[in-house]
């Protein structure tokens, strides 16, 4: 099993030094995939918070990595032009040197889309519009375009994407029309810790359902990887998330116990939601990822 750490959101302001740091580390840590969400403002009980941008981010992230996968958890794409965010991505994977991993989503959170002025109604449809642009356009097709949302006449990517058509794509929802959309054409599934109250033992039921949205769309399920978002707490100190759930905790014995009964379930690979998210944190993840795969 493969595992992952996604950087700050809004648990605090994490400055470009800090994430840098961070993502040395779980690179040197022997993690697989580091992940920034792609996310405008929140606002909770009258608090506003946000990240930095994701794909600027994720450009700096290349930049300054040379081994681990780098993607949105997940891209918002009614946020983004598809077709210049095809050429963002394009980008970055040139920076990076094929190591993204192109997360699609259609984005919840309304506050975000009105303090932007971005639409937040009929987002499925637009999700399906840009999908098949971004697709079309990272495959390497000049297209043209007449569609209920977008219009596009000769769009074409140069330079070429470095990996015309391969680029991996994942999911990141569970909800039926989202995946009968996404599931014929995507590499990856993942889903929020929330979707299975952060219980490995619920995780089961969860794929179950993956598979079965599979064999509606087509798509042979044994063909879809797998992957899941946890959140892991470290130390005695209050929780910095604010989004909610409740954490793993414990003994690193403990937690590999539970990771194994997500392998079990038929993941492949952990995203660690880690609390707090610093880099002493990432690295403690890390040692646990590399005790998992040590004990076979």
Request: hydrophobic share 45%; aromatic share 10%; with cysteine.
């Amino acid at each position: 099993m493969r595992f992952g750490v996604q950087l700050p959101e809004t648990e605090y302001e994490a400055s470009w030094p800090e994430l840098r740091e961070m993502a040395r580390v779980a690179e040197e840590s022997g993690l697989d995939s580091l992940w920034v969400g792609d996310h405008l403002l929140y606002e909770e009980d009258g608090v506003r918070s946000g990240p930095w941008e994701a794909w600027a981010l994720l450009s700096g992230l290349a930049a300054v990595t040379s081994r681990i996968a780098l993607g949105p958890l997940v891209a918002a794409l009614p946020f983004h032009n598809p077709a210049v965010l095809a050429k963002a991505a394009a980008t970055i994977d040139e920076i990076s040197g094929g190591r993204l991993t192109f997360g699609v989503g259609a984005g919840w959170n309304e506050v975000e889309f009105s303090a932007f002025g971005l639409p937040y109604e009929r987002r499925v449809a637009r999700f399906a519009e840009a999908f098949g642009i971004i697709r079309r356009l990272l495959a390497g097709e000049r297209i043209d375009f007449a569609g209920e949302f977008y219009q596009l006449e000769g769009a074409e990517l140069f330079p070429r994407p470095p990996r015309p058509g391969a680029m991996p794509f994942m999911i990141g929802s569970n909800r039926p029309r989202m995946l009968g959309i996404a599931l014929p054409h995507v590499d990856w599934w993942n889903s929020w810790y929330s979707a299975f109250d952060n219980d490995p033992q619920r995780v089961g039921d969860l794929v179950a359902r993956i598979e079965a949205a599979c064999h509606d769309a087509g798509r042979d399920p044994s063909t879809l990887q797998k992957s899941v978002a946890v959140y892991i707490r470290f130390g005695d100190h209050p929780p910095s998330r604010r989004t909610g759930g409740t954490p793993w905790w414990g003994s690193t014995d403990d937690l590999l116990k539970r990771l194994r009964l997500i392998e079990a379930a038929g993941i492949d690979e952990v995203i660690g939601i880690l609390d707090p998210i610093t880099a002493s944190s990432i690295e403690k993840f890390g040692e646990i990822s590399a005790r998992f795969r040590a004990a076979g």
